[in-house]
């Protein structure tokens, strides 16, 4: 977001209440400067900005969960990096170990809202600076965008979030000469009121112009509109449970979803529930739930079935914990072994084959194919907000040329009568509607199995006339049970899935 230019004059265009001394900054710029306290030595890995630990008696409150909010913020617009994945990483990085669960749910929260309306707040942000920062000021303009994050949707105090911030820029290593800009401008955010509502222009500005035009072009703009806020929603904790969703919806405090989903509403540590440790559940979207459903629904329990691209394995869970005989194929090392250990905590087997499905060609046949192939994820965006940066146009002809040779293998893989389920979680007819297409044109040997209504919940609008699933963002599930005063988010992913008939 932050975009880069040669030479600089660090100036914003509003001074506001803080007037920036431009001329001591240039000259020495950490003169008369003063580093927020910290108590005893710096751990080594906090050595890279300087940041006292979470444990630290003098660490401002809030300091490390917004440093950690600013890490997960520039791994993903300067990194290119996965949201997930940066989450994952930091949360295991020595320098966060101390900071609390309430913490790392903030910097997470701070994080993903950064992430979800970085344009609009970035032009609010560059309609105030004479000069977009350079990309060696890339943490200073994280600073600045999480911070206007918390100021224009979050409705943190002012005061925390700007003097935070201003810590934070006297921290960084490369800026600390900036704290007065960040300061005047965060100051002049909030004199003038700006805010990011969540009106009809702010959440197509939220997107990239190529996603919302396809959107338009494929379901038609209110349609667009409705998926577009949709995805900047915070997604449900959905859990899929090995029997008796609604006695589970009722000891965690949730709803029970005609799909047989347990949906809980978000927050606190997953580990922490119930039925957590017990291997009772896993967590999976309600809509990526249906595809693995359908295939046991349609060749029944007992059946040899293949879960191809199978990492991190909730399709395998389901089709395991329903008594089918599953091969999980994954061309992962590491997520194969992830995918192990889900397996191992929640006591379900499979056997797990280490392999790339284009080229895969065991010595036998299978009741029933999963392919969940790799594809854009933009029917993901609510638990994904990082898509949003890095996913690019080129991507979707890119990624629809790998489902189609994964599809190419899979077919053989189908005993004659037996049935193929593909799917995508993205939201581009590329890779859904249109794959199928290509595919049945030149497969004679495949027929569509049309998806009937109230099959494994499925509901008659989520149903395209070709008789596939098609899931948007903005449909919601019906309810069948709900705890009292309990009232779980709405949406689910964005799901296309096809079931096809060897004949
Ligand atoms: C959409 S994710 C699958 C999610 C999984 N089915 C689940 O429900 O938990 C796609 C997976 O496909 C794997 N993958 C990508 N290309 C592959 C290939 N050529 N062969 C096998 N696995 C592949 C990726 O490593 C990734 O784990």
């Given at each position: 977001?932050?975009?880069?230019?040669?030479?600089?004059?660090?100036?914003?265009?509003?001074?506001?209440?803080?007037?920036?001394?431009?001329?001591?900054?240039?000259?020495?710029?950490?003169?008369?400067?003063?580093?927020?306290?910290?108590?005893?030595?710096?751990?080594?890995?906090?050595?890279?900005?300087?940041?006292?630990?979470?444990?630290?008696?003098?660490?401002?409150?809030?300091?490390?969960?917004?440093?950690?909010?600013?890490?997960?913020?520039?791994?993903?617009?300067?990194?290119?990096?996965?949201?997930?994945?940066?989450?994952?990483?930091?949360?295991?990085?020595?320098?966060?170990?101390?900071?609390?669960?309430?913490?790392?749910?903030?910097?997470?929260?701070?994080?993903?809202?950064?992430?979800?309306?970085?344009?609009?707040?970035?032009?609010?942000?560059?309609?105030?600076?004479?000069?977009?920062?350079?990309?060696?000021?890339?943490?200073?303009?994280?600073?600045?965008?999480?911070?206007?994050?918390?100021?224009?949707?979050?409705?943190?105090?002012?005061?925390?979030?700007?003097?935070?911030?201003?810590?934070?820029?006297?921290?960084?290593?490369?800026?600390?000469?900036?704290?007065?800009?960040?300061?005047?401008?965060?100051?002049?955010?909030?004199?003038?009121?700006?805010?990011?509502?969540?009106?009809?222009?702010?959440?197509?500005?939220?997107?990239?112009?190529?996603?919302?035009?396809?959107?338009?072009?494929?379901?038609?703009?209110?349609?667009?509109?409705?998926?577009?806020?949709?995805?900047?929603?915070?997604?449900?904790?959905?859990?899929?449970?090995?029997?008796?969703?609604?006695?589970?919806?009722?000891?965690?405090?949730?709803?029970?979803?005609?799909?047989?989903?347990?949906?809980?509403?978000?927050?606190?540590?997953?580990?922490?529930?119930?039925?957590?440790?017990?291997?009772?559940?896993?967590?999976?979207?309600?809509?990526?739930?249906?595809?693995?459903?359908?295939?046991?629904?349609?060749?029944?329990?007992?059946?040899?079935?293949?879960?191809?691209?199978?990492?991190?394995?909730?399709?395998?869970?389901?089709?395991?914990?329903?008594?089918?005989?599953?091969?999980?194929?994954?061309?992962?090392?590491?997520?194969?072994?992830?995918?192990?250990?889900?397996?191992?905590?929640?006591?379900?087997?499979?056997?797990?084959?280490?392999?790339?499905?284009?080229?895969?060609?065991?010595?036998?046949?299978?009741?029933?194919?999963?392919?969940?192939?790799?594809?854009?994820?933009?029917?993901?965006?609510?638990?994904?907000?990082?898509?949003?940066?890095?996913?690019?146009?080129?991507?979707?002809?890119?990624?629809?040329?790998?489902?189609?040779?994964?599809?190419?293998?899979?077919?053989?893989?189908?005993?004659?009568?037996?049935?193929?389920?593909?799917?995508?979680?993205?939201?581009?007819?590329?890779?859904?509607?249109?794959?199928?297409?290509?595919?049945?044109?030149?497969?004679?040997?495949?027929?569509?199995?049309?998806?009937?209504?109230?099959?494994?919940?499925?509901?008659?609008?989520w149903i395209t006339p070709e008789g596939y699933l098609r899931t948007l963002p903005s449909f919601t599930p019906t309810i069948v049970a709900e705890g009292d005063g309990v009232s779980v988010p709405k949406g689910m992913d964005g799901f296309f899935a096809a079931r096809l008939r060897r004949l």
């Open positions: 977001m932050v975009t880069h230019c040669a030479r600089h004059r660090w100036r914003p265009r509003t001074l506001g209440l803080n007037r920036v001394n431009q001329k001591q900054s240039k000259a020495n710029p950490r003169r008369g400067k003063r580093r927020p306290a910290t108590s005893g030595p710096v751990a080594k890995a906090d050595q890279r900005i300087g940041v006292p630990k979470s444990t630290g008696k003098n660490t401002p409150p809030g300091l490390v969960a917004r440093e950690l909010a600013v890490d997960l913020v520039v791994a993903v617009l300067t990194q290119n990096r996965a949201f997930d994945e940066a989450l994952t990483a930091a949360f295991a990085a020595p320098r966060y170990a101390d900071l609390e669960a309430r913490d790392r749910g903030l910097a997470r929260q701070i994080a993903a809202t950064t992430l979800r309306y970085a344009r609009p707040l970035q032009a609010r942000l560059d309609s105030r600076l004479d000069k977009p920062l350079s990309a060696r000021y890339a943490r200073i303009g994280a600073i600045l965008l999480t911070a206007a994050a918390q100021l224009c949707r979050l409705a943190i105090p002012p005061h925390a979030v700007i003097s935070l911030a201003v810590d934070q820029t006297r921290y960084a290593r490369a800026g600390s000469h900036l704290d007065k800009l960040v300061n005047a401008v965060l100051r002049g955010l909030v004199r003038d009121g700006v805010s990011v509502s969540s009106d009809r222009e702010t959440i197509r500005e939220t997107l990239p112009g190529w996603m919302w035009l396809r959107w338009v072009k494929n379901y038609g703009e209110a349609t667009a509109q409705d998926i577009a806020e949709a995805s900047l929603q915070e997604a449900a904790l959905d859990l899929s449970v090995k029997s008796a969703p609604p006695q589970w919806a009722e000891r965690l405090n949730g709803a029970a979803l005609a799909t047989d989903t347990v949906r809980l509403v978000p927050g606190g540590r997953i580990e922490d529930l119930e039925g957590f440790a017990s291997g009772d559940w896993w967590v999976q979207d309600a809509a990526a739930a249906l595809p693995a459903r359908l295939a046991s629904l349609t060749v029944g329990p007992a059946a040899e079935v293949a879960d191809l691209c199978a990492a991190p394995g909730g399709k395998t869970a389901l089709l395991a914990a329903t008594g089918a005989r599953v091969t999980a194929v994954e061309i992962s090392a590491d997520r194969l072994q992830r995918l192990a250990a889900n397996l191992d905590r929640l006591g379900l087997s499979a056997e797990l084959v280490e392999a790339d499905i284009a080229t895969w060609n065991p010595a036998r046949q299978f009741d029933a194919v999963l392919l969940d192939a790799p594809c854009t994820a933009t029917g993901t965006i609510r638990r994904h907000p990082d898509i949003i940066h890095l996913k690019r146009e080129s991507d979707v002809a890119r990624l629809a040329t790998i489902q189609a040779s994964l599809l190419e293998n899979a077919v053989n893989l189908v005993r004659p009568g037996g049935c193929l389920v593909y799917c995508t979680c993205s939201l581009e007819p590329e890779e859904g509607e249109q794959q199928m297409s290509a595919f049945l044109a030149s497969h004679p040997e495949f027929e569509v199995m049309p998806i009937e209504p109230g099959l494994a919940g499925i509901e008659a609008s």
